[in-house]
């Protein structure tokens, strides 16, 4: 049973453009939000985190946005680059994390 | 300082063979964690420990076994193995429970195993 929802599976971007990432969740009792990278062969890496006392949250080309009421996050990318090409989990903290099922990201030059 | 290292990287086993994968972090952490990645299904939380000497069953604990004999080591056992366990495996460390005080989880680089 996932309990959190993660959407597009996959989204193809060009190149300068903004990637949006969507999540939602259904446990009130998670109180810790991040967002993890994961290249090809290697393990998923913090990329941002949100708590729900925060609606919006931004570290250079990364924000999220977090609507406690309507229970769902999402991550924009500004200024998408190839480099960003990866999968991204968005996540909950309950007992340990609860990650969503992923999207993959390919931003075209 | 190496992080999180998983030992082997890749492992191909048949059915009802036995292994053991081994996670080791130099961070000094405190809570280690199993993970198993599938396709379209992100990353289930297998077992955990918050110390040495303690394990705990996380989302999928059926069909595997753990250990937390020194701190920074975790072992996965799998007794006897099954198709179903064909997965890639991510071990991950961290100071305190995830996300308290905005603790971040490190991860291993993964085990992928198949499972004939």
């Known amino acids: 049973q996932q309990q959190v929802k993660q959407s597009p599976q996959s989204l193809i971007v060009q190149k300068g453009g903004i990637s949006i990432i969507n999540c939602a969740y259904e446990?009130?009792?998670?109180?810790?939000f991040p967002w993890y990278q994961q290249f090809p062969g290697k393990g998923p890496a913090l990329l941002i985190a949100i708590r729900p006392d925060v609606s919006e949250k931004k570290e250079g080309r990364f924000t999220i946005s977090f609507n406690k009421s309507a229970k769902q996050f999402s991550l924009h990318i500004m200024d998408s680059q190839p480099g960003d090409s990866a999968t991204y989990f968005c996540?909950?903290?309950?007992?340990?994390?609860?990650f969503g099922e992923g999207t993959q990201l390919t931003v075209n030059p | 300082n190496a992080g999180v290292t998983q030992t082997p990287k890749f492992r191909v086993l048949k059915t009802g063979q036995s292994m053991t994968l081994l996670c080791a972090q130099d961070?000094?952490?405190?809570?280690m964690y199993w993970y198993r990645q599938d396709p379209g299904m992100g990353l289930r939380l297998i077992h955990y420990s918050v110390g040495e000497g303690t394990t705990a069953k996380g989302e999928v604990p059926d069909g595997y076994n753990v250990s937390r004999l020194k701190k920074q080591n975790f072992l996965l056992g799998l007794e006897s193995a099954a198709p179903s366990q064909t997965s890639v495996y991510f071990c991950?460390?961290?100071?305190?429970?995830?996300?308290?005080?905005?603790?971040?989880?490190?991860f291993g680089p993964g085990t992928r195993l198949l499972v004939l």
């Open positions: 991950a460390s961290s100071h305190d429970l995830a996300g308290v005080g905005g603790e971040t989880q490190y």
């Open positions: 996540a909950a903290r309950g007992l340990g994390l609860t």
């Open positions: 446990n009130t009792a998670f109180d810790y």
């Open positions: 961070m000094n952490h405190e809570y």
